[in-house]
């Protein structure tokens, strides 16, 4: 696979958005965000103005809608570890598959997934997925512990937020997987 301006300028949207992820307090619409701009970046092939509207509502409307519903629906199981880490696997998995439909469909290619890049996109999505699920998790427990004791220290973990480190490697790893699913609809010319 030969690197091209599109690759890189592709990866970067992906390192930006990790880091915005980890120190920005708006970090809950970066990969709204980066769903769209990466899909910019692909290209769009016939009506422009179409795709780029498409792509808009799907980012920005349709992908948060169908996570605030997913997640009203689900936090309940969410109370083991294995529930949690399955959880945000289907959302994560949702995700990448609208991104990769709504890519196919605008662009009107297939994407064709080579074991080069489809065993590392797997990977990140599972490795993103069991972070975030043991983040959210600790985060449950930390709550019921709130609920039941209400001592300081326990606030005190609640409005922590987790580790810094664990929230840093799923972000990488969340773009990672972006970035090798978006590099297979950039076609060499």
């Not at 103005?49 to 009203?72: D, M």
């Not at 009107?108 to 990140?124: A, D, R």
């Amino acid at each position: 696979m030969k690197i091209s301006k599109r690759h890189i300028i592709l990866g970067i949207i992906c390192l930006i958005s990790a880091i915005l992820r980890c120190i920005s307090s708006i970090s809950i619409i970066i990969p709204y965000l980066a769903f769209c701009l990466c899909s910019f970046v692909i290209g769009m092939k016939g009506k422009k103005a179409f795709g780029i509207i498409i792509v808009l509502l799907l980012g920005l409307v349709g992908l948060p809608v169908f996570e605030f519903v997913y997640a009203t629906f689900t936090t309940s199981f969410m109370a083991t570890l294995l529930t949690s880490i399955l959880t945000l696997l289907v959302q994560t998995c949702v995700y990448f598959g609208l991104f990769i439909l709504a890519n196919s469909w605008i662009s009107k290619e297939k994407i064709s997934f080579s074991l080069i890049t489809g065993i590392p996109t797997v990977s990140f999505i599972v490795i993103y997925s069991v972070l975030e699920g043991l983040q959210s998790f600790a985060f449950f427990n930390a709550m019921n512990q709130v609920a039941q004791q209400g001592t300081l220290v326990d606030w005190l973990n609640v409005i922590g937020g987790g580790n810094l480190l664990v929230k840093i490697l799923s972000g990488i790893a969340f773009y990672m997987a972006l970035w090798c699913t978006s590099i297979r609809f950039v076609k060499e010319k």
